[in-house]
Structure formats: structure tokens, C-alpha cells
């Protein structure tokens, strides 16, 4: 009978090399978002889901259930990375009334952040760009166009945009 200590020793390396492949994964499914994306294509596949944890149960017959639960987390896991991955948000300066948040999760399959920021930090904030798109609110509507490369004419004319990055 081995050692305790070794035992422990041997699920330690065997830990290291399970988190590495998670990295993997993790990086894999993150360029599987962006192909997806570029070609028009959901993100979320519950189709495919399915058919990987049916072979993952096919596969271990005894330990397949198990295997199915962990996998359902990593896949979980995978879709809150990807959600990460975008940063979408609404800029304003109080904005704790605001239902934006619960909408674009609901509908959107991205995180949704509340931007609230004074006038002082706006350059600040549209130098960094830690965003791919923003809606904005009052009273930023007409500051916020000296930061746009193109203002059309609807904004022109309304005196008030929204701002997106690619």
C-alpha cells in the first residue's frame, strides 16, 4: 500500500497538469468566440454541449458521471470567461436606478458594467478604452463627442450618442 504522503504527492502532479489544460481550454475557447463572432455565428452551442458530455459519459463508464458534473462547470466556466471577455457597459454619473445592467445580460450574451465616472475622469476613461462599447446617459450625451473618431448625423442632430469599439 502506497504512502499517504505519496498518494498526495502524485494528485499534486497530476493537478498541476490538469490546470495547465484548462489554461488550454480556456485559450482555445476564447479563439472558438472570436471565429464565432467574426462569422455571424452564436456563441452558446447547447447542441454541441450535449454531444460532449454524452461522450464523456460514453467514454467512462465509471466514472463518466462524475466526469459529466466537472465538465458542466468547466463549460459554465468557459461561457462566464467569454462573457468576460467582452466589456460592455453604460457611462453616467449616477446610475444606481438604472435597469441597464439586468436588460443586456438578459438579452446579450456579455457582462453589462455600470461606468459611473465625474466629468474630471472622462479623458481618463476614453484614453484607456477598457471597453468595447458603451451606451451613454446624462449628463455625458454631448461631452462625450470630442472623444469620437465619427459622429453621425443622427447624433449631430440629437445631440447625443452612444460610443463603440472594435
Not at 47 to 69: D, S, T
Amino acid at each position: 500500500m502506497d504512502d499517504i504522503k505519496d498518494i498526495r504527492e502524485n494528485i499534486n502532479k497530476v493537478d498541476d497538469k490538469i490546470i495547465k489544460l484548462l489554461e488550454e481550454r480556456f485559450d482555445l475557447s476564447k479563439k472558438v468566440r472570436a471565429y464565432k463572432i467574426s462569422h455571424n455565428k452564436k456563441v452558446y452551442d447547447p447542441i454541441r454541449e450535449k454531444e460532449i458530455l454524452k461522450k464523456i459519459q460514453e467514454k467512462n463508464p465509471e466514472y463518466g458521471k462524475y466526469f459529466v458534473k466537472i465538465y458542466q462547470e468547466i463549460m459554465d466556466q468557459s461561457k462566464n470567461l467569454q462573457r468576460n471577455d467582452k466589456n460592455y457597459g453604460l457611462l453616467g454619473k449616477k446610475l444606481g436606478h438604472s435597469y441597464s445592467k439586468i436588460i443586456h445580460e438578459k438579452i446579450g450574451y456579455y457582462d453589462y458594467q455600470y461606468f459611473e465616472k465625474n466629468q474630471e475622469d472622462l479623458d481618463d476613461f476614453f484614453e484607456k478604452k477598457d471597453f468595447k462599447g458603451i451606451n451613454v446617459t446624462i449628463p455625458y450625451k454631448e461631452k462625450v463627442i470630442k472623444y469620437l473618431d465619427f459622429v453621425s448625423n443622427k447624433a449631430k442632430k440629437n445631440w447625443g450618442c452612444k460610443y463603440n469599439c472594435k
